[in-house]
């Protein structure tokens, strides 16, 4: 028996087909009552039990209180998180229909008032995913990773030390420590007046499903504690080579704006964290010979000099 017939099997489920194997493992399966559902394998030593619980309870929540976001569903046995023979977690949230919103190192696809019919739709999405979350009281043993000042700008990020990838050239290597310390001091200014609270932390195209008019916000394995507008910048960092970028930013940013107000001018300081975080991902991540190193490199470089050129 396979980890993921394993995992059916305590939900009294069956397997339809793997959908991704890469953080997690996720298969598409059959409830008993019929339901397709998502069945997750959760990548060992990533996130422990109590930070996956807080996930799980975070998204009943924000589903709960109408957000679109997919919901835990109770094994036979009532939990929402088991643990398997050899180790692994595995839980299962509720079916999101819909297509990806677009795919990495991708051109968006339709046109320009489509993309940014649909970058304004998903700044209201996220908007009012922070606002649900505000309602919510955390309960005591509520923890997730830190998406704070020094999870993306101390010694130890969250995903690596960024300026030390080994593919860096020295003038590189310069230009993101430079980055680095431009971006904390911004972001140090920002805690004195931004309220950090639940984020998802990793909105990429590949975790926005779209039905029709309607978003869905998806794969929450990520999600941590941290300056709201980085779920914007997270975005942001994959429009940069977009022809309409500015537009795009523009209407993220306006339909955040009409349910929330922050401080908008710091979009493409957020940008940037992001743009920088990636880095260390493919460090800490990838294989020394992949692609998506010299690509990830590419963009931070591009971006860090033009904030540090702009003053930002």
Same mark, same amino acid.
């Given at each position: ?39 997750? =394998?959760?990548?060992?030593g #990533? ?83 922070h ?5 919510? @009281?955390?309960?005591?043993?509520? @923890? ?24 860096l ?13 431009? =971006? ?23 975790n ?13 394995d ?7 507008? #980085? ?27 009409? =349910? ?6 710091m ?27 010299r ?7 591009m ?10």
């Amino acid at each position: 028996m396979t980890e993921a017939e394993e995992a059916a099997a305590l939900w009294g489920a069956r397997i339809l087909h793997e959908l991704r194997n890469r953080e997690n493992a996720v298969y598409a399966i059959a409830l008993p009552d019929g339901a397709q559902a998502a069945l997750r =394998l959760h990548r060992t030593g #990533y996130q422990n039990p109590a930070a996956i619980r807080s996930e799980l309870w975070w998204c009943a929540e924000l589903a709960k209180a109408g957000v679109a976001v997919p919901a835990p569903v109770a094994s036979a046995s009532g939990a929402s998180l088991h643990q398997l023979q050899g180790g692994r977690l595995a839980s299962v949230i509720s079916w999101v229909e819909g297509a990806p919103f677009g795919e990495a190192l991708v051109p968006l696809t339709g046109t320009a008032a489509e993309q940014t019919a649909r970058h304004h739709a998903l700044g209201r999405l996220l908007a009012e995913v922070h606002d649900a979350t505000d309602r919510l @009281t955390l309960p005591p043993d509520f @923890t997730r990773p830190r998406w704070d000042i020094d999870g993306l700008t101390g010694e130890t990020p969250l995903w690596g030390r960024f300026w030390d990838h080994p593919a860096l050239s020295a003038t590189e290597a310069a230009l993101l420590r430079r980055a680095r310390d431009l =971006l904390r001091e911004r972001l140090t200014d920002h805690a004195r007046h931004s309220q950090p609270g639940p984020v998802h932390a990793d909105v990429l195209r590949e975790n926005i499903l779209v039905s029709g008019d309607r978003l869905s916000l998806i794969d929450f394995d990520d999600s941590g504690i941290g300056f709201r507008l #980085y779920d914007l910048g997270t975005v942001l960092s994959q429009d940069l080579y977009e022809p309409q970028h500015p537009a795009l930013q523009a209407a993220l940013i306006e339909g955040y704006g009409s =349910l929330r107000q922050d401080d908008f001018n710091m979009a493409p300081l957020f940008t940037l964290a992001r743009v920088l975080a990636s880095v260390g991902w493919a460090m800490t991540r990838l294989p020394a010979d992949h692609p998506v190193h010299r690509s990830h490199i590419a963009r931070a470089t591009m971006w860090a000099d033009r904030q540090l050129s702009a003053g930002n």
